[in-house]
């Protein structure tokens, strides 16, 4: 993955997970670098990890799909969502990182991600799940549809999840997410209602195609900025023009860096996966 530091200053710093989505890029797409460097440059560590099957995470491919494996419970979805724990534990471990602050942001297959996690592990603060939070449709690919994940359950109810920690929702007119003012909104607002805790449950809606857009991303600096940073001047969380790394800059593994010789393949994940569950 990419770590994204807040250069001259000093901590404790909150920090945030990013997976990125299903962009061909992965991680390296414009609009996840540019977030995670505003991120850093607000004052937080922000990481930024592959998916499964995306740049240094090739050993598996994305579409894995093994019936004997999903008997156990192996999955692309199972194992993203561990990767998402993991990265939480690696955070959280850095010594300039204040480990009551944790948060997590991610559109479309990184949206899933985003709720998936805070569902989990209360570890995560604030959430702001973006273009993913949909009544009527729960995911595109095999990593967002988890055997037996939604047997009796859908997004809104995961993303429900996360109450009453704070949490953004973010959607558009020209995808799955379009009916959220009328209705994943209000539902997920039910269960905060609950807490007596609707202030910590808002969205941000816009008229736009599938995206993680900087309208999108300035909404998600300023309800970061609220609960995390305790920051309310909405100028000082604007977004900044930020570089543009290339794949070659931040990839970990090349050819001059090579993956370790003892680096496991797909069906030797798996079996050690199934080995674990046996034992």
Not at 120 to 138: E, G, H, L, T
Not at 170 to 190: K, Q
Request: charged share 20%; glycine share 8%.
């Amino acid at each position: 993955g990419s770590l994204y530091r807040p250069k001259g200053k000093t901590g404790p710093f909150p920090a945030i997970i990013n997976p990125h989505g299903h962009w061909a890029e992965g991680r390296m797409a414009e609009p996840v670098q540019t977030r995670c460097a505003n991120f850093a440059l607000q004052g937080y560590i922000a990481f930024s990890y592959n998916m499964i099957g995306y740049i240094d995470n090739d050993q598996m491919e994305h579409s894995f799909r093994n019936d004997p494996a999903y008997l156990w419970s192996v999955s692309i979805g199972g194992l993203q969502l561990w990767n998402s724990i993991r990265a939480l534990d690696f955070v959280a471990s850095l010594p300039e990182v204040d480990a009551d602050r944790l948060a997590c942001t991610g559109c479309s297959g990184g949206g899933t991600q985003t709720f998936m996690v805070t569902a989990v592990d209360d570890r995560i603060k604030v959430a702001a799940p973006v273009n993913m939070v949909s009544s009527f449709f729960q995911g595109g690919c095999l990593c967002e549809n988890t055997p037996g994940t939604r047997m009796d359950a859908y997004n809104v109810e995961i993303s429900a999840c996360g109450a009453p920690r704070p949490q953004i929702l973010v959607g558009a007119t020209g995808d799955w997410t379009d009916m959220l003012p009328e209705v994943e909104y209000p539902d997920i607002l039910s269960i905060y209602r609950l807490f007596g805790d609707e202030d910590k449950l808002t969205y941000f809606y816009q008229d736009a195609g599938h995206n993680y857009n900087k309208n999108g991303r300035e909404a998600v600096y300023k309800w970061f900025g609220r609960w995390i940073l305790g920051e309310t001047d909405d100028e000082k969380l604007r977004e900044v023009e930020t570089p543009v790394e290339t794949i070659d800059t931040l990839r970990v593994f090349d050819q001059q860096n090579p993956r370790p010789d003892d680096a496991l393949d797909q069906d030797s994940i798996a079996q050690v996966v199934i080995a674990r569950s046996k034992a």
